[in-house]
Structure formats: C-alpha cells, structure tokens
T-cell receptor, first 110, second 113 residues
Framework: GIQVEQSPPDLILQEGANSTLRCNFSDSVNNLQWFHQNPWGQLINLFY???GTKQNGRLSATTVATERYSLLYISSSQTTDSGVYFC????????????FGKGTRLSVIA | KAGVTQTPRYLIKTRGQQVTLSCSPISGHRSVSWYQQTPGQGLQFLFEYFSETQRNKGNFPGRFSGRQFSNSRSEMNVSTLELGDSALYLC????????????FGPGTRLTVT
C-alpha cells in the first residue's frame, strides 16, 4: 500500500519562529490532508490540499502532486501551535480510507 | 451543529475482558470510520460503516468488530483484550463517506492492564 513519511519527527521552536514540515508519499494520491492533533487528542483538519497552495492565517500548505510531497508552513509560531501534525493521503476512490504518516511533534516554547 | 462525540473518554480494562466504545456522528452524517492510534503504529484504519453496513475494513484481527445503528451511531467492540490494545480510539464521521470529508471525535483512551 501507499507509504507516507513525515519529517522531521520532532521539532522544538521558540515562540515567533517559522517552520516547515514535510510529507512525502510513495504513490499518486487523489487527496492529501494536514491535521493538527492537540495535546488532548483531538484531530483538527487544517487543509484539504491535493495540489497547489492554500493559506489560512499563519498556516499555509503546498502540495506538488507530480513530485509526491507536501509542505506545511507555520509562521510566527505560538505556544498553542504545539501538538502533532499529521499528513494523511487518500489514494483510491469511493470508500478507501485515509493513510496517515507518523506525524511531526511540534513543541513551541515561550 | 454538534460535533462528533465519543463515550467514554477514558477507560481502564483488564487483559482478557471485552470493551465497547460508542461514537455519535454529526447530525446527518451517515458514514462512521474508526481508527486506532498507538505510539508504535501511529494512526491505523479499523473499519468504516455507512448506512448500517460495513464497507471497508483494515488489517486487524477478528477481536475487533463494530456495528452501526439506524440513527448512524456506531459502536466498536474489542473482545479478549490484550495489553497491545491500549490506544486512543478515534472515530470520524462524514456526510457521504468520502475520507477527505471526515470530522474526528475527541477519542476514547483505552488502557489495558
């Protein structure tokens, strides 16, 4: 099946710093999503981005489907950005499930 | 609109017991998917139900089962619990069953001792 790799696995930032998280996937995908999991376990959908670039406030994401990678940018990080960021891909059609990467654990310190 | 709710939020069970977890989807959503999250294996798909029918199943042993009711609420059951079943169990609902439309619940954290 499709493989999803995220890097780096862990990241510690000073508040106000910028960061880039990467997601590589092994095969063509129909969809790619970025999620943020807060310290209480809640998964929040950040972006649905099968290709192109999207921005939402301090967060933006770019997917280059032909090269099988996606990037999540976090600018001016805040302590509330801490948590785990997951990339998930959907390779099939119909009711095929999401395949998640292992995540990047981000800690933003004041 | 209320989000996806899961009950209970925390659970401690003993090896060999069985457990039932519940998930109530967003109103109007007919698809419910279940995921297991562990530190070692990450987030893995368990199964998906749509209109009371299991449409897809991940690579888990038969001890893991589920069902969906006519009101779209779903339950998953794990029998003969093992220590390795300790995990965060997440459910997600979607309107049409497309994976990219899923909204996740807060999860049930199961600890097996």
């Amino acid at each position: 099946g499709i493989q999803v790799e995220q890097s780096p696995p862990d990241l510690i930032l000073q508040e106000g710093a910028n960061s880039t998280l990467r997601c590589n996937f092994s095969d063509s995908v129909n969809n790619l999503q970025w999620f943020h999991q807060n310290p209480w376990g809640q998964l929040i959908n950040l972006f649905y981005i099968p290709s192109g670039t999207k921005q939402n406030g301090r967060l933006s994401a770019t997917t280059v489907a032909t090269e099988r990678y996606s990037l999540l940018y976090i600018s001016s990080s805040q302590t509330t950005d801490s948590g785990v960021y997951f990339c998930a891909v959907w390779a099939g059609s119909g009711n095929t499930p999401l395949v998640f990467g292992k995540g990047t654990r981000l800690s933003v310190i004041a | 609109k209320a989000g996806v709710t899961q009950t209970p939020r925390y659970l401690i069970k003993t090896r060999g017991q069985q457990v039932t977890l519940s998930c109530s989807p967003i109103s109007g959503h007919r698809s419910v998917s279940w995921y297991q999250q562990t530190p070692g294996q990450g987030l893995q798909f368990l199964f998906e139900y749509f209109s009371e029918t299991q449409r897809n199943k991940g690579n888990f042993p038969g001890r893991f089962s589920g069902r969906q009711f006519s009101n779209s609420r779903s339950e998953m059951n794990v029998s003969t619990l093992e220590l390795g079943d300790s995990a965060l169990y997440l459910c997600a609902s979607s309107l049409t069953g497309q994976a990219y439309e899923q909204y996740f619940g807060p999860g049930t954290r199961l600890t097996v001792t």
